[in-house]
């Protein structure tokens, strides 16, 4: 069996090479299941078919009222709207330190919040009951690792609070440390893992100044390493890897490997035009 150690030391070596990873190395089974329903959920979040997302959602919270996998997905696509509605995720805020600075922040949907909160405090409290009892719960860890990952982007992104949403982060990165001591497959918690250094290196030089006072860590290289594991075996979370992936891949004028990881998104999601858009950009 491969310990996390091992994985950790042949996936650098393969990322350092240029490599892919290949699949038998990687290709494991994670402790957390993946039901059909929160499947098909996240796939129309992505596809900015928030309605039947929420749809998916609702129906799985109804099926299974104590698993708090169902709130925080149905908080995740409440953040997704937000994001939408606000253009966020525009590449151009990412890949161009002045853009980022000059973009005006636009005032949250207060309905919106009020939703993703409520969502995200019964997540806590669903997780919090089951890890009373089972401390090493996978999926209690996961539900509370995403949890947090969404308040620091809604914080950071659509609020524009960057101490708040880095203080939402080392949270959440601590409970995907766990998640990975007890399920080292569960390759979603590895952009938990790399998002303290991969956002906060992406930020402009005044923002991440500001954060590595507070003691946070900018080290942008080994964010995309932690993030080439989501995007490879990945699951709810590999196509927002690819994305971040892709953002890194502009910012270092790699045309061609934002082409591909664009490619692949706009073909997954034809509804969603941000991706079709970022290509016509590159091109």
Known sequence: ????????????????????IPSHI????????????????????????????HAEFSRFM????????????????????EFHRTGVLDMQLFTNDNSYLSHKKDVPD??????????????????DAVLAKKPQ????????????????????????????????????SAYAH????VDPHAYD???????ENYILGLKPAPVRWLLQMAGGETNKVLGEQDLELTAAQGHYLRPLAKLLLAVAAIRDKDKVK??????????????????????????
Request: charged share 15%; aromatic share 10%.
């Open 1 to 20: 069996m491969i310990t996390m150690k091992t994985k950790l030391a042949i996936t650098t070596f393969f990322l350092a090479l240029g490599l892919t």
């Open 26 to 53: 990687l290709a494991q089974t994670s402790q957390i299941e993946y039901p059909a329903s929160i499947d098909l959920g996240f796939h129309d979040m992505y596809n900015l078919q928030f309605d039947q997302a």
């Open 62 to 81: 109804a099926a299974h009222p104590d698993d708090p996998m169902g709130p925080v997905s149905d908080a995740a696509a409440y953040l997704f709207s």
């Open 110 to 127: 207060p309905a919106v919040k009020q939703a993703f909160v409520r969502q995200l405090d019964k997540t806590n409290q669903l997780a």
């Open 137 to 172: 719960d996978a999926t209690a860890l996961f539900a509370k690792t995403l949890a947090y990952g969404l308040h620091a982007d809604y914080a950071s992104l659509i609020e524009r609070r960057d101490l708040t949403g880095f203080q939402y982060t080392k949270s959440g």
């Open 178 to 181: 766990q998640l990975l001591q």
């Open 189 to 195: 918690a590895y952009l938990a893992v790399g998002m």
């Open 258 to 283: 934002a082409r591909e990881l664009l490619s692949s998104l706009a073909k997954e999601f034809p509804n969603n035009p941000l991706y079709a858009q970022q290509l016509a950009k590159l091109s």
